[in-house]
């Protein structure tokens, strides 16, 4: 199956979402981007990765810095010249958003997170999914893949959830998770990641 589509995919914690994706783009034979970006934007910009993978997927802590410095709304756009003084989330959001967009314009890929449905919101041939789970498949699922303490895997579930709809409010300004955000929405709890592929891929097909 050739694809001429961008996929962007959008997870709770625990969901399968990064295996997903990373299974679609090796069936579809295109890019995959997600922690890849966090090295790409270090490259460009010779912060260490270390630093930027602690600040990844976390919005800034400074919101009243960013809004007197007019980035609150990233989506007006923006240049990544002169970002000396702005937060290390902040320097990582606009350099993936850079990365993503440009990519975007000459390769088709699946990418994970990082507010890429809606950077690329008005860009042609996207696709926006969102994978979910029950909250106790989730638990089980970071237990065994993450190697996360089993009592304190849900609150850890939890709290990557909610700093993930945080960092996708504070750089979009809607809501992380919203059905009417994305164009198909799958619950993993009972599929596994190659069925989730196949109905990804089905979707794909569909829309020709």
Known sequence: MSCN?????????????HEIGKALSEKLGIGFYDKELISLAAKES??????????DEKPTNSLLYSLSTGLYNY???????????????DKLYILQHKIIKEKADSERFVVVGRCADYILREHENVVKVFIYADINARVRRAIARHDINPSRAKQAVMKTDKNRANYYSFYSGQKWGAPENYDLCINSTKLSVEQCVSIIENYIDLLG
Do not use: C, H
């Open 5 to 17: 589509k961008i996929i962007t995919i959008t997870r709770q914690y625990g969901s399968g979402g």
């Open 46 to 55: 010779g912060v260490s990765p270390e630093v930027f993978a602690m600040a």
């Open 75 to 89: 989506g007006n756009g923006f240049s990544t010249g002169g970002m000396g003084d702005l937060p290390v989330n």
